[in-house]
């Protein structure tokens, strides 16, 4: 499958902490997306990452990707309340459609 | 309106009947997606439009499942005989493509689909 594969499926911590997420997946990418989701619905879009990328930083969030081991994390320094959400990770295929295969989800909690 | 729309935000149908769903993309994006949120089985990817090519229709489940995108612009995903099992939220995406680069796709709200 190239679905990715987000593990946990939930992580709760306490305000202030970190969050790790981590996806891993089984193709050759194009590009790998992460997404939050609160209360399922809308998804916003989080970071893109390409393949010949290896970190990329948005504000309290920095996502690392390593193609030789097929994997991904996405960590949230100092998290707060409402960064409670649920994480996905998309993978968009090396020769296939724009198409985003999505994994299962991260269910984070914070608690305050 | 700057982001993605989606018509109606919830639509709940009696088994066998037809429905449309509909979804305005922002402008000037060229592609359009479509995917579904069911429990259990996570986001799944159903089609997907860009430009004047032929749509990408290796996710839909069945032949009941079509959609079509008129003008480069607004999108209909139509069920018809709809069964229980179709019943989720239904998700539009849309974004920019140019070339080789890819770039975020922008959801909509969604539209929370009841079958009963």
């Known amino acids: 499958s190239q679905q990715g594969e987000e593990d946990p499926q939930a992580l709760s911590i306490q305000e202030g902490e970190n969050a790790t997420m981590n996806c891993s997946y089984k193709?050759?990418?194009?590009?790998l997306q992460w997404y939050r989701q609160n209360s399922g619905r809308g998804l916003v879009h989080l970071i893109l990452?390409?393949?010949?990328?290896r970190e990329k930083h948005s504000g309290r969030l920095r996502v690392t990707l390593d193609t030789s081991k097929k994997s991904s994390s996405l960590l949230i320094t100092a998290s707060r309340a409402a960064d409670t959400a649920s994480y996905f990770c998309a993978i968009s295929s090396r020769g296939g459609s724009e198409k985003l295969v999505f994994g299962k989800g991260t269910k984070l909690t914070v608690n305050p | 309106g700057a982001g993605v729309s989606q018509s109606p935000s919830n639509k709940v149908t009696e088994k066998g009947k037809d429905v449309e769903l509909r979804c305005d993309p922002i402008s000037g994006h060229t592609a359009l997606y479509w995917y579904r949120q069911s429990l259990g089985q996570g986001l799944e990817f159903l089609i997907y439009?860009?430009?004047?090519?032929?749509?990408?229709k290796s996710g839909l489940p069945s032949d009941r499942f079509s959609a079509e995108r008129t003008g480069g612009s607004v999108s209909t995903l139509t069920i018809q005989r709809t069964q229980q099992e179709d019943s989720a939220v239904y998700l539009c995406?849309?974004?920019?493509?140019?070339?080789?680069?890819?770039?975020?796709?922008?959801f909509g709200p969604g539209t929370r689909l009841t079958v009963t």
């Open positions: 995406a849309s974004s920019l493509v140019s070339g080789v680069s890819s770039y975020e796709q922008y």
């Open positions: 193709t050759s990418i194009n590009n």
């Open positions: 990452i390409r393949s010949n990328e």
């Open positions: 439009f860009q430009g004047n090519s032929a749509p990408d």
